[in-house]
Structures are given as structure tokens and as C-alpha cells.
């Protein structure tokens, strides 16, 4: 059914995961270091994903983008449903089930909008949430070398875990988890000769000063999703259930020490969001099973309107696709201040691009930034572009705004598709 409607409803990834499918393609140039010129990337001789890449690049080989793209969206959101589900004891009630389903319906008009972005952070939070049922120490120790493969922050994930076991009692499992992290950390930081500890120090940097004025919204405190009406009923409910136990279970100690990570809303979405829908839900059972056998008629039918809707709520985050007709020469330097928009120029460019800014705008050099904030802060682009186009060797400049700058020249309308009114793309013409 969930396979279904991401294939009815065309669900698809607004941002980095068009990059990670292409990557193939700009590994001989190398790599990220090419594709993000005047930036932090450049410094770096290694694929800070590593693993997620070739595994992106061999199912576009495979199956073509598209399918590929309908894969990692159904392999993604089903695993995800299945890890919720594997965790909720009533779940395992077939009499239940209805119920269950309108609760995951709720839960999910927030949470898929995350799952389906299928970033590699996103899979290492739906491994973390299938290894709350690990117990042997050889299982820990292989969901770590795993999480180390598919992701470079995966101690984000497998220190909370190794802890959270640890104070379970299930310390076989515990000790193989931190083994694994060791010994992947270990492995990255020998194979990418050291400038591993240069990465996670340059995104400590760009968190907490690099990126100035840039905001970007999933970096946010995770406060700011309690806006959304599910994400704020789940927080209150699990609060609640938590007052009225007054018991520190497992999960309840996993959301404790899983909240510094929500400093960044992002793995508040990924660790803590499920965890304390998982908690809300095993702590009601009796609650739900009073309610259930008084609405059984009335929860039996909207448990199947939330079956046929499931995947609903959060599709409307998903921009189309479609080709809208670029082909720039291989190797330009494309400059724009919108990200949807430098993603999409990665993605449907048939040749390998040079663009600006980087997937991390804190690691861009100075000017560029300052050049972002310049643009997006006005209602039009202006001759004072100019002068920094031309320092970067900008052949071309894409954008949804006007242009008024005598250095640009129109020469295509496109990507109407998934956006806000018209994307223009512009070349620069030296003076």
C-alpha cells in the first residue's frame, strides 16, 4: 500500500539526495571538491559519504534516476514504518491495528516530510530505531561498522544507543556498539589520512559561527517544531505519560539523552520525534484498549481512511522532477543563492557543473556568503554582482528574481516545475 501511493503521488527528494545520485558522475573530476569550487570541499580529497554515493550511483545505473529515486522513497519510508511498528508493543495485536494505524497516521503527516528527503542521516535513524531490539554484542558491533559506512556523523546515532543499552541492562549489545564505533572511527579517519578530524572540525565551526547570517531551517532549534499541531500532540502526550508513570523505561532515557542532539531540529525529526511517539503509544495501552472497545465501529472505519492515506499529508513537500531543459557545457561555473535551486542544477544537468554555493553554506568562502546575503536581502540582482561573478569565474547565474545587472544576459526560462513562479538562467558577459 505505502509503495503505492509513492508511486501514485510521485513523491520525490527536494535537495541533497540529488546530489548523492550524481555523484558518480563527478567522482573522476573529483568529486565534491568539483562540483563546489571556492569552498571547504575543496580541502578535502575524500567523500564525506562514502558509502551512501556508490550505493545512490548503482541504483541510478541500475534503474535509471527515476526509478531510482521511487526505490530509495519506498525502501525509506517502508523501513521506517516497519521500525515504528517493530517497537509499538500494541501493535502486535491484530484487534488494535486500526487504531494503531490512525495514531500512525497522525504521527506520520509530520514525520514523513523528513523520511522522504532519504538522506543517509535519515537511514542511520531507522537502523537506530530497529536496533532498540538488539541484544547480542556481535549485532551492535555490525549496526556500527554499517552506520560508519553509510554515514559520516554516525557516532550521532550509535553513542546514544551504546548508552541507552547500557542502561537497558542489555550490555553485551552496548559494548559491541561502542566497539564498532571505535573501530569505524578508526577506519575513516586512517583511509581518509586524517582529514576526516578536519571535517567534523570545519562542521562544528560552520554551526556555531561559519554560517553568520545564512539560516537554514532544519539546523534550527527543535522548539521550532513544536509549531506543527502533531509534532506539539505527541511531545505533550509522551509528557504526559511520563507524569502520570513517574518511570524512567528505556525509551523515556533514550529521549533524555537523545535531546542535545535536538539542538539541530534535524535529528530531533530522526531520533527523538519516533522515540517519543514509540513512548506515547506503549505507555496508553490500557488506555487504547478501554477507548477501542468503546469506538470499535467509528475507529474501524477512519483506521482505514488513514490506511489509504498514510503517505498523504506530507507529499505536498514534494516538488516535481521534470526536465525543464538544462544543458550547460561541462565544467561551467553556475552561481546561485537558492538552494532548491542549486540542486536541481546538479541534478538535471547532463554534464558536470561547478557550482556555488556548497550543500553546506557555512563552508563557502566569505564572499560568496556575503554575496547570498546580499542578493537574498534585495528585491532584484543588481550591477553589484558583477565584480564578484567575474572574481569566480562565473559563466553562468540562475535565479527567481530579476535581474537588472548590465554583466547578464537571459537566456532561458525553466524549472517552473516545483516552484514559485519562473527560474531564469543568465550568462555572464565579460566587460
Not at 509499538?88 to 495485536?93: E, F, G, N, Q, V
Not at 571505535?182 to 586524517?194: D, E, K, P, W
Not at 554560517?211 to 511531545?235: D, M, P
Request: charge should be positive.
Amino acid at each position: 500500500m505505502v509503495v503505492g501511493l509513492i508511486y501514485y503521488y510521485k513523491v520525490a527528494p527536494p535537495d541533497d539526495f540529488l546530489r548523492h545520485i550524481r555523484y558518480s558522475d563527478y567522482k573522476p573530476l573529483g568529486g565534491y571538491s568539483y562540483m563546489f569550487p571556492h569552498s571547504f570541499f575543496e580541502k578535502l580529497h575524500f567523500d564525506l559519504w562514502y558509502g551512501f554515493d556508490p550505493i545512490a550511483g548503482w541504483a541510478r545505473s541500475v534503474l535509471g534516476a527515476g526509478g531510482a529515486i521511487f526505490f530509495f522513497e519506498a525502501l525509506f519510508t517502508s523501513l521506517f514504518i516497519l521500525a515504528l511498528l517493530v517497537n509499538i508493543k500494541p501493535a502486535s495485536d491484530p484487534d488494535l491495528f486500526p487504531l494503531i494505524l490512525v495514531a500512525l497516521f497522525s504521527f506520520l503527516s509530520s514525520a514523513l516530510s523528513r523520511v522522504f528527503l532519504i538522506r543517509p542521516a535519515i537511514l542511520l535513524g531507522i537502523i537506530f530505531l530497529f536496533s532498540l531490539k538488539g541484544r547480542r554484542a556481535l549485532s551492535g558491533f555490525l549496526i556500527a561498522l554499517v552506520g560508519a559506512f553509510l554515514y559520516w556523523l554516525y557516532w550521532l546515532y550509535m553513542v546514544p544507543l551504546a548508552i541507552g543499552h547500557f542502561y537497558k541492562g542489555s550490555r553485551r549489545f552496548a559494548a559491541g556498539a561502542a566497539a564498532g564505533t571505535v573501530v569505524g572511527l578508526i577506519g575513516v579517519v586512517y583511509f581518509s589520512h586524517g582529514q576526516y578530524l578536519d571535517a567534523v572540525s570545519g562542521i562544528i565551526s560552520a554551526l556555531f559561527s561559519g554560517r553568520g547570517e545564512l539560516k537554514i531551517s532544519e539546523s534550527k532549534f527543535f522548539i521550532h517544531a513544536l509549531t506543527n499541531a502533531s509534532v506539539y500532540f505527541w511531545v505533550a502526550l509522551a509528557a504526559l505519560t511520563f507524569y502520570r508513570r513517574r518511570k524512567l523505561d528505556f525509551y523515556f532515557f533514550l529521549i533524555i539523552i537523545t535531546l542535545p542532539l535536538a539542538l539541530q531540529v534535524r535529528y530531533f525529526a530522526d531520533l527523538t520525534f519516533p522515540l517519543l511517539f514509540i513512548y506515547a503509544m506503549n505507555g496508553n495501552e490500557t488506555w487504547m484498549r478501554e477507548f477501542y472497545s468503546r469506538s470499535k465501529p467509528v475507529v474501524n472505519l477512519f483506521g482505514l481512511g488513514a490506511l489509504m492515506l498514510l503517505i498523504f499529508p506530507a507529499t505536498a513537500a514534494s516538488p516535481s522532477l521534470e526536465l525543464a531543459g538544462l544543458d550547460l557545457p561541462k565544467g561551467s561555473v553556475v552561481f546561485t543563492e537558492d538552494m532548491r535551486i542549486m540542486y536541481k542544477a546538479v541534478y538535471h544537468n547532463k554534464e558536470p557543473l561547478r557550482i556555488m554555493p556548497s550543500c553546506e553554506l557555512g563552508w563557502n568562502d566569505s564572499e560568496t556568503k556575503d554575496m547570498i546575503i546580499k542578493i537574498r536581502s534585495r528585491d532584484a540582482i543588481d550591477e553589484s554582482v558583477c565584480g564578484y561573478l567575474q572574481s569566480r569565474n562565473v559563466d553562468y547565474l540562475l535565479s527567481a528574481k530579476p535581474v537588472e545587472a548590465g554583466c547578464l544576459e537571459h537566456k532561458k526560462t525553466f524549472f517552473k516545475p516545483g516552484f514559485e513562479g519562473r527560474v531564469d538562467l543568465w550568462q555572464f558577459i565579460q566587460k
